[in-house]
């Protein structure tokens, strides 16, 4: 059984902002957007597949967005079968997760 994927308005807002930049000032093949379709796909259909970022206190996972320096992080709540993406980061944008 798959699970819903859900942004935060936060990580909503992060996502919009990584994805227009990126449409700005990438001039070679813009993968961002269709990197982030492929992920939600996997992340539904295998939530616990990322690694566990440590610099929080509560078990938020990463993911990478291949070809690029960024990452979805998010939490997995089993019961209700959802996946809960809570940040669109990257270390180059500052150290830790703005959460």
Known sequence: MNFKVQFTPQASQQLRELIEWWSTNRTAARPLPREVKRVIT???ESPHIGKIYRQTGTPI???PL???PYWL???V???????FVVAAWSAERGEGLPI
């Open 42 to 44: 996997r992340l539904a």
């Open 61 to 63: 996972l990463r993911r």
């Open 66 to 68: 291949k070809n690029t």
């Open 73 to 75: 992080f998010y939490e």
């Open 77 to 83: 709540d089993d019961d209700s079968k959802t996946v």
